[in-house]
Each structure stands twice: as structure tokens, then as C-alpha cells.
């Protein structure tokens, strides 16, 4: 397998003008005749300049010059450029005696080798200045896409942690008030019980929630602790199951992510009046999971869940949104036939 780096050079502009260079220079290689020792000179110096001129243009004409709106100032530096390279073709012309040393090779009669003539170095130096500044223009749309990309995942990190820290004392608020319900009710027993959960529900969230992600062994492990939490206060009347995965992979995911929709059930679905019931499915197909909740439906509810219970909801939706952008659909729907509330998580896992 080609490692990264050698797949970088590989499509990188650079990499490809040397090749070009070098092979336009090595040209008179596969020529049937034997070119003097100052010929090659001049193709070796050939190959020093027009390799400056390109990166003369991608590095300093672009960006110091022409991204700086200085387009006078261009047009000048690219006449100068393509005057100076035809200057300095000729001066090696003539320091290294090449037209004397071709006429002695091949004889002025039979002498036909092509040569690098003035109009060549013009047009070599001019593509040569435009493929530079081609190729700055892409490092710079690269640097301009890369910060952008950088900046967005700082936005979509910083979001993250702001949501989290919403969800978690909106989590506990919760909670102490259903340790406070038992105390008050003078159930000694529960509440110990229920202050012992708590802690090692705490623990939970304070050392996995600060990583991005936890096992799914884990938050199951969470939902059932909060689940005995709740039923400590639940009437006899109020039925609560939790179908979970009998041997579940530890995939990894997001932590707390089903709570808020368990919260909305134990908070709206159940009654002291009525009968009522909160049924908890998780199930895993490989790399997908599938959360339902279901919960009674009472008339004394009020209209819009998310409005009565918001934090949690909708940072929820938001999370789901930034973590698992197009691999997750959710879908909540109230049913008046059923009397029935129902959310419905599936999630793509990698």
C-alpha cells in the first residue's frame, strides 16, 4: 500500500513540473546522435532556471503579488521574468560557445538539431508562471477549505460540550427531586437505596460523559440504574419494562443519548390515577441500533412534549444532528387511538 506521503507527491503540481522539466530537457536523449558536453550544460542550467521560475511564481508572484489585487505590478514582474530568462538563455549562449561547439559536432551543412530558440524559452516561461500560480491558487483554496473544516469542528466541539453540560444537571435536577418525593414520603429504605444509585450513576456520568463516547454495555447499565431509581416512587399500578440485548457488543457511542426521551416517559407517561406503563426496547443488528419508547397517554398532558420537558429534547435532536449527521432517523409520534406515546431512535453506528 502507497503510504500517504508518496500519495501526496504523487498528485502534487510540483512534482510534476520537475518531471516535465526533466523530461523536456532530457528530450535529446532518444535522438539517434551524440550532443556536445556544453549542450548538456545548457540544458542542466535550463532545467535551474525555469525550476526558479515556477517557483518564483507559485510561491512569491501569487501570493505576495497577484492575491494582493496588484495586477500592474504582475504584468510587469511577467515581462520581466520572460526577459530575463531569454537574456540568460542567450548569455549561456555564448559563455559556453554553443553554437560553435554544434557547428564542430554536426558541421554547419548537416547541422539540424532542434535547439531551445527564443520563442521556445518564451512560451516554456510563460506556461511555467501560469502552472505556478495555478498551483498556488489551490494551496491557497486547500489552506482556505482546511481552516474552514478546523474551524467548524472547534464550533461543532465547542456546542457539544455547552449541550452536555445542560443535559447533565437537567439530569440530576430530576433525579433529587424524585429522592426528595421518597424522603418526604418516609420511605427510609428507598431513599438509601435510591442515594446509592444515584452515586454509582454519578460516577457514570462524571467519567464516561467526559469522553466522547462509552460502550453500549455501559449506557445500558446506566438506563437500568435510572430505571430501579424511578420505580422506587412508581405505584404497583405503573408498568415498566426494559427489553435490552442479552449479549450486547460493546460498540461504542454516544453517552446519554437515550435518557432525555426515558426522562419525557417517566415524567408524562405515567399516573397515580390510571394505569399506565413505560416499555424500553433496545436492539442491536451489527452497526445499527434501534431504541423505542413507548409511554401512556393521558389527557391532563400537556400538547407538546418537547415545550413541557425542552432542554433535554431538544438538545438531544442537536446532538444527533452533529454527532451522527445522515446515519440516524428519529421518529416520535402520538398516537389518540393507542393512547399512546411513542419515539422511535434508529442509529448507524461505525
Same mark, same amino acid.
Given at each position: 500500500?502507497? *503510504?500517504?506521503?508518496? $500519495?501526496?507527491?504523487?498528485?502534487?503540481?510540483?512534482? +510534476?513540473?520537475? %518531471?516535465?522539466?526533466?523530461?523536456?530537457?532530457?528530450?535529446?536523449?532518444?535522438?539517434?546522435?551524440?550532443?556536445?558536453?556544453?549542450?548538456?550544460? !545548457?540544458?542542466?542550467?535550463?532545467?535551474?532556471? +525555469?525550476?526558479?521560475?515556477?517557483?518564483?511564481?507559485?510561491? %512569491?508572484?501569487?501570493? !505576495?503579488?497577484?492575491?494582493?489585487?496588484?495586477?500592474?505590478?504582475?504584468?510587469?514582474?511577467?515581462?520581466?521574468?520572460?526577459?530575463? %530568462?531569454?537574456?540568460?538563455?542567450?548569455?549561456?549562449?555564448?559563455?559556453?560557445?554553443?553554437?560553435?561547439?554544434?557547428?564542430?559536432?554536426?558541421?554547419?551543412?548537416?547541422?539540424?538539431? /532542434?535547439?531551445?530558440?527564443?520563442?521556445?524559452?518564451?512560451?516554456?516561461?510563460?506556461?511555467?508562471?501560469?502552472?505556478?500560480?495555478?498551483?498556488?491558487?489551490?494551496?491557497?483554496?486547500?489552506?482556505? !477549505?482546511?481552516?474552514?473544516?478546523?474551524?467548524?469542528?472547534?464550533?461543532?466541539?465547542?456546542?457539544?460540550?455547552?449541550?452536555?453540560?445542560?443535559?447533565?444537571?437537567?439530569?440530576?435536577?430530576?433525579?433529587?427531586?424524585?429522592?426528595?418525593?421518597?424522603?418526604?414520603?418516609?420511605?427510609?429504605?428507598?431513599?438509601?437505596?435510591?442515594?446509592? $444509585?444515584?452515586?454509582?450513576?454519578?460516577?457514570?456520568?462524571?467519567?464516561? $460523559?467526559?469522553?466522547?463516547?462509552?460502550?453500549?454495555?455501559?449506557?445500558?447499565?446506566?438506563?437500568?440504574?435510572?430505571?430501579?431509581?424511578?420505580?422506587?416512587?412508581?405505584?404497583?399500578?405503573?408498568?415498566?419494562?426494559?427489553?435490552?440485548?442479552?449479549? /450486547?457488543?460493546? $460498540?461504542?457511542?454516544? /453517552?446519554?443519548?437515550?435518557?432525555?426521551?426515558?426522562?419525557?416517559?417517566? !415524567?408524562?407517561?405515567?399516573? *397515580? &390515577?390510571?394505569? *399506565?406503563?413505560?416499555?424500553?426496547?433496545?436492539?442491536?443488528?451489527?452497526?445499527?441500533?434501534?431504541?423505542?419508547?413507548?409511554?401512556?397517554?393521558?389527557?391532563?398532558?400537556?400538547? @407538546?412534549?418537547?415545550?413541557?420537558?425542552?432542554?433535554?429534547?431538544?438538545?438531544?435532536?442537536?446532538?444527533?444532528?452533529?454527532?451522527?449527521?445522515?446515519?440516524?432517523?428519529?421518529?416520535? @409520534?402520538?398516537?389518540? @387511538?393507542?393512547?399512546?406515546?411513542?419515539?422511535?431512535?434508529? &442509529?448507524?453506528?461505525?
Amino acid at each position: 500500500m502507497i *503510504s500517504r506521503r508518496y $500519495t501526496k507527491l504523487f498528485v502534487s503540481p510540483q512534482f +510534476w513540473v520537475m %518531471v516535465f522539466l526533466l523530461a523536456f530537457v532530457c528530450t535529446p536523449l532518444i535522438y539517434p546522435v551524440k550532443f556536445p558536453v556544453q549542450f548538456w550544460v !545548457k540544458q542542466g542550467f535550463g532545467f535551474a532556471i +525555469w525550476s526558479g521560475v515556477f517557483f518564483l511564481s507559485g510561491h %512569491v508572484l501569487a501570493p !505576495k503579488v497577484i492575491f494582493k489585487g496588484q495586477i500592474l505590478l504582475s504584468i510587469i514582474i511577467v515581462i520581466a521574468l520572460m526577459i530575463g %530568462v531569454v537574456w540568460l538563455d542567450t548569455k549561456l549562449d555564448e559563455t559556453l560557445h554553443l553554437q560553435q561547439a554544434m557547428d564542430k559536432t554536426f558541421g554547419k551543412k548537416q547541422h539540424g538539431v /532542434p535547439h531551445l530558440g527564443n520563442f521556445i524559452t518564451l512560451v516554456v516561461t510563460l506556461l511555467l508562471i501560469g502552472i505556478g500560480t495555478i498551483a498556488a491558487v489551490v494551496r491557497r483554496f486547500q489552506a482556505d !477549505k482546511i481552516r474552514e473544516q478546523a474551524l467548524e469542528q472547534e464550533k461543532v466541539i465547542s456546542e457539544l460540550s455547552f449541550l452536555k453540560t445542560q443535559i447533565n444537571p437537567h439530569f440530576f435536577f430530576n433525579v433529587l427531586n424524585t429522592i426528595y418525593a421518597l424522603i418526604g414520603s418516609n420511605n427510609a429504605n428507598a431513599a438509601q437505596e435510591s442515594v446509592y $444509585t444515584l452515586s454509582h450513576m454519578m460516577r457514570y456520568v462524571l467519567y464516561e $460523559t467526559k469522553h466522547d463516547q462509552t460502550t453500549l454495555t455501559k449506557e445500558i447499565a446506566f438506563i437500568s440504574d435510572y430505571i430501579k431509581l424511578m420505580q422506587l416512587r412508581l405505584l404497583e399500578s405503573v408498568q415498566v419494562i426494559f427489553e435490552k440485548p442479552s449479549n /450486547p457488543t460493546d $460498540t461504542r457511542l454516544s /453517552p446519554m443519548l437515550f435518557l432525555p426521551y426515558i426522562e419525557n416517559a417517566f !415524567k408524562h407517561g405515567v399516573s *397515580s &390515577l390510571y394505569p *399506565s406503563y413505560v416499555y424500553i426496547e433496545l436492539v442491536q443488528i451489527d452497526k445499527e441500533l434501534m431504541f423505542e419508547i413507548r409511554n401512556s397517554l393521558f389527557n391532563e398532558q400537556p400538547e @407538546d412534549k418537547e415545550e413541557s420537558n425542552g432542554i433535554g429534547l431538544k438538545n438531544t435532536k442537536r446532538r444527533l444532528d452533529l454527532l451522527y449527521p445522515n446515519r440516524y432517523s428519529l421518529q416520535i @409520534d402520538k398516537n389518540e @387511538d393507542a393512547r399512546e406515546f411513542v419515539v422511535k431512535l434508529k &442509529l448507524e453506528l461505525q
